[in-house]
């Protein structure tokens, strides 16, 4: 009696839901003895039911993000020591080279240091390792202490400029030959 009274009120609430129309007058098929049948004809509905439209909205929502923390940690690090010829007082620098990549890994070191008069050339070398990151990005670096007399320094990177804004800060060259025949004479004051 329950689930009879159940299902009747299940149905119910599930025709209320909708909008039914007669649309045709329908007719029961005739049956003779013979076993003859005539076609009938059921009767049509249209049925109306609740308009549904798929669509997108803004919401703000929380979404966790990977966020690199960076720690401060002792490791051994280059030190060049240079004393100039006419002497000056001496200080000690960090020479350090950075850049911003995306879609692969790839790594950055300082390979060489060249010398002319008072200019120092930081040549590094910036090398994709193949390994995907996807849509991330990536920042790279290198560094190297240096106890000398105030120089100009000058950043090179031997490689291709990664196509990040933040990478127009030094100078891109295609290979070591192309850094050659820009700075000239000079003499290497350090090699990886």
């Known amino acids: 009696m329950i689930r009879r009274m159940?299902?009747?009120?299940?149905?119910?609430?599930?025709?209320?839901?909708?909008?039914?129309?007669?649309?045709?007058?329908?007719?029961?098929?005739?049956?003779?003895?013979?076993?003859?049948?005539?076609?009938?004809?059921l009767p049509e509905?249209?049925?109306?039911?609740?308009?549904?439209?798929?669509?997108?909205?803004?919401e703000t929502v929380e979404i966790p993000k990977v966020v690199v923390v960076m720690e401060e940690e002792e490791v051994e690090v280059p030190y060049i020591d240079v004393d100039m010829p006419d002497g000056g007082e001496k200080e000690e620098h960090t020479l350090y080279i950075e850049a911003e990549v995306s879609d692969e890994e790839h790594t950055m070191e300082i390979q060489q240091i060249w010398a002319t008069g008072k200019n120092l050339y930081v040549i590094s070398e910036l090398k994709s390792t193949g390994q995907s990151i996807g849509d991330k990005k990536m920042r790279v670096s290198d560094q190297v202490t240096l106890n000398a007399a105030d120089l100009n320094v000058?950043?090179?990177?031997?490689g291709q400029r990664p196509d990040r804004v933040f990478n127009r800060q030094h100078t891109y060259v295609n290979d070591m030959n192309e850094l050659k025949d820009r700075v000239g004479d000079y003499k290497v004051i350090y090699t990886k």
């Open 45 to 58: 509905y249209d049925v109306d039911w609740a308009e549904v439209n798929v669509g997108t909205k803004t």
């Open 154 to 158: 000058k950043y090179y990177v031997v």
């Open 6 to 41: 159940i299902f009747t009120m299940t149905t119910l609430a599930i025709l209320a839901g909708c909008d039914f129309k007669k649309t045709e007058k329908g007719e029961l098929p005739e049956i003779d003895v013979d076993v003859d049948a005539e076609a009938g004809e």
